[in-house]
């Protein structure tokens, strides 16, 4: 079993830049893949960006590209979100996902709590 937890959400200024984290554990996550995604609200869920966790492939969403960057610690088993030149449409709950490989990501049952990020024009 994955246990995810993000923490960095917050309020911030258009422009501005924010740093999530996600901390995993329950096992191994040397051939897995980790997410971000995003819900606002009245909105479908969106993959925002994901890592294989050699770092071998990224993704990243067209919205995002530029402006966000995922990246990983192996020693502290955390994915890490940099998101800069923050946009009001960038307001949204964010969720850290694990799951075997970047397509399967969105079929995953394994997700974080989430944490609010929320961007003031």
């Known amino acids: 079993q994955v246990q995810l937890v993000e923490s960095g959400g917050g309020l911030v200024q258009a422009g501005g830049s924010l740093r999530l984290s996600c901390a995993a554990s329950?096992?191994?996550?040397?051939?897995?893949?980790m997410g971000w995604f995003r819900q606002a609200p009245g909105k479908e869920r969106e993959r925002v960006a994901a890592?294989?966790?050699?770092?071998?492939?990224?993704y990243y969403a067209d919205s995002v590209k530029g402006r966000f960057t995922i990246s990983r610690d192996i020693t502290k088993n955390t994915v890490y979100l940099q998101m800069n030149s923050l946009k009001p449409e960038d307001t949204a709950v964010y969720y850290c996902?694990?799951?075997?490989?970047?397509?399967?990501?969105?079929?995953?049952?394994?997700w974080g709590q989430g944490t609010q990020v929320t961007v003031s024009s």
């Open positions: 329950g096992r191994t996550f040397s051939s897995y893949a």
């Open positions: 996902a694990a799951a075997r490989t970047i397509n399967t990501l969105d079929y995953t049952t394994s």
């Open positions: 890592i294989i966790w050699s770092g071998d492939s990224i």
